[in-house]
């Protein structure tokens, strides 16, 4: 009785360990899938940040216009390379703001509505707008007549020949920043959004006359005249985040460490809706030049404010999600994501511009 009992023992012991290595496989999987081994091998973001081109950005900038005279080490290495298709002349009269919106090819209804919403040029007499709707091509014929008769129809088309894709969207927010320090340089200030967002441009006027103290600067009529040069010359604004990456492998916004290192990103400024000066434009412009491309395109804009010590300012009237909606909640709001819905954006803006807030 004593021996089979110390057999079958050995036997569940045996067995045991076999499933233990199996078990300890699958916990070892899960960890790397889900990121938690990859934090241990992270760089400390304060104390190792660099990011290609490793030089001062700003001599190479000012070599870059020949104000500096010697020749710098300043290699481009990430020159714009992508052929516009479509484009237009928004801009040969005097602007006061730009309005870029990044669009998916096939959104001709959200691009609609906001031609008729808060992308409507020209409500504002002492402020002229422009709208331009920045989008990529497609190998779908079909698709890019549609496009071309769009243009054709409203001419506010800028179409770069690369492929329109959500990682792409890096490449789209260069093309804007491209065509606008080419073509529109006589505007005050650039205004970017995705094209499921409500904006309201009268509240986003309010905010430049002093951002530091909007919305109380609409309630007590204080320092209406300063203008955004008198704030900061290289003014950079929205929702700003201080966040680290995601290393879990379910995430489509996972990095690897070989893309990025870091345990933190460089402050950042979410890519829905954010505004910034002439100076600020032509200066990520000619920073792009000589800084290696990353594919999120917010956290790109990121580092090229890091490398050019610009410091983004926070507004939290632009949110990144879509904020609760109400007629009198929305009173300051700059703009809201997650208006994917055309007819609902139509809706929301036309009763806030009844009471005034659009």
Known sequence: MYLPNITRTIFYMIKFKKYLKYIFIIVLWLIYYFGIFTHFFELDYYKHFSYPL??????????????????????????????????????????????????????????????????????????????????????????????????????????????????????????????????????????????????????????????????????????????????????????????????????????SLSEYPYHMWPTYVTAGAYIMSRSTLIEFHYASFFTKRFRFDDIYLGILAKKLNITPLHCKHIYFYKKHYSITNYKYVIASHGYDNSDELLNVWLEQKSFGNA
């Open 54 to 255: 490793e030089t001062d950005i700003k001599s190479c900038i000012l070599n870059l216009k020949g104000f500096i005279p010697e020749q710098l080490s300043c290699k481009i290495i990430n020159p714009y390379e992508f052929n516009l298709l479509l484009t237009n002349n928004k801009c040969d009269q005097n602007v006061h703001l730009l309005i870029l919106v990044k669009s998916a090819l096939c959104n001709f209804e959200k691009r609609a509505s906001i031609r008729k919403t808060w992308g409507f040029e020209n409500r504002f007499s002492n402020r002229p707008t422009r709208t331009i709707f920045v989008i990529g091509t497609t190998n779908d014929m079909n698709l890019q007549k549609l496009v071309q008769i769009e243009h054709e129809n409203y001419g506010d088309i800028v179409q770069y020949n690369f492929v329109d894709d959500y990682y792409n969207n890096t490449l789209k927010t260069l093309g804007a920043i491209t065509w606008a320090s080419t073509f529109c340089r006589n505007s005050t200030y650039y205004f970017f959004s995705d094209d499921d967002m409500y904006v309201s441009i009268k509240n986003l006027f309010q905010y430049l006359q002093n951002p530091f103290e909007y919305p109380n600067n609409i309630i007590n009529e204080v320092v209406k005249s300063q203008s955004i040069q008198e704030v900061s010359e290289t003014f950079y604004s929205g929702y700003v985040f201080n966040s680290s990456p995601f290393r879990s492998h379910t995430s489509k916004w996972y990095v």
